[in-house]
């Protein structure tokens, strides 16, 4: 009971890195991700049903996460959760972006790590579990920034954080990375201008955000946050 870790947004990306350092570390791991294809590549590439599941499940939506939720409280054997699953609208954002586009990604970065937290929080409880929720660099600071809903959305989450430090029965952390070395920030940030990179930095390595995550999950305090920015090495 309580041995396994959900990683939402698990199937590919820093999701993807999370699990895979989990499991290399014993635990089993329970994917959360919209792509079913995906997920079903990971689960065979974490080594099956004796180390990672998948669950499909699109977290933009209350409901969604509701659904996702009533299928983890049916297993009975979360003792963790990553709320990983997140991002920018693919194109146009607020205030371009229709209200439905931009609230939706507001759910997906700041309502579902909340409402899925809240929801498994009695079992998490149990177990004596532990969330961390993976923040951005685009939630600090008062900088214009290119996709307000992310930024409300990331800082909201930093927040929220910080505000359960009194809370031990469930210890809720996070790690706030700035940009990571996965392919699209790495095709991206080759694009930039010298100075432009200067300003952003190097990419943070996802090993090492994963690492900083199995360690906080492990024997994180309450409400820390770690930021890892610019190409942050422990
Ligand atoms: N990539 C970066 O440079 C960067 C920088 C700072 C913070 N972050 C944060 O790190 C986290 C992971 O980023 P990433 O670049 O690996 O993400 P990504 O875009 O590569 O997506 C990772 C996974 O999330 C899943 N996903 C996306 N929307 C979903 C939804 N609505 N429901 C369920 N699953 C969904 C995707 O299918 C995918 O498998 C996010 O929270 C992101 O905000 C990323």
């Known amino acids: 009971m309580g041995t396994n870790i959900v990683v939402t947004g698990g199937a590919a990306g820093l999701g993807y890195a999370i699990a895979e350092e989990l499991v290399a570390r014993g635990r089993g791991v329970v994917l959360l991700d919209r792509d079913e294809t995906a997920l079903k590549a990971s689960v065979e590439r974490l080594g099956g049903r004796d180390r990672a599941v998948g669950l499909t499940g699109d977290l933009s939506t209350v409901e969604g996460v509701r659904t996702a939720a009533s299928a983890l409280l049916a297993r009975g054997d979360i ?60 939630g600090l600071g008062d900088a214009a920034y290119g996709s307000p809903e992310y930024g409300a959305a990331k800082a909201g989450l930093h927040r929220f954080t910080t505000s359960l ?63 890892m920015l610019n190409g942050h090495r422990p």
Request: glycine letters at 12%; hydrophobic letters at 45%; one cysteine or more.
């Open 79 to 138: 003792g963790g959760l990553v709320n990983n699953a997140g991002g920018w609208l693919p194109d146009e954002q607020y205030p371009d972006a229709g209200p439905e586009r931009w609230m939706a990604a507001l759910t997906l970065n700041l309502t579902a790590p909340m409402l899925l937290t809240h929801l498994l929080w009695p079992m998490l409880s149990t177990a004596a579990g532990a969330v961390v929720n993976i923040g951005s660099s685009g």
């Open 165 to 227: 430090a009194g809370r031990t029965d469930v210890r809720v952390m996070a790690v706030v990375p700035g940009w990571i070395g996965l392919e699209r920030a790495r095709k991206q940030w080759a694009a930039l201008t010298g100075p432009e990179r200067d300003e952003v930095g190097p990419l943070v390595h996802p090993e090492d955000i994963a690492a900083a995550v199995c360690t906080l999950l492990a024997s994180g305090r309450a409400g820390e946050v770690v930021e």
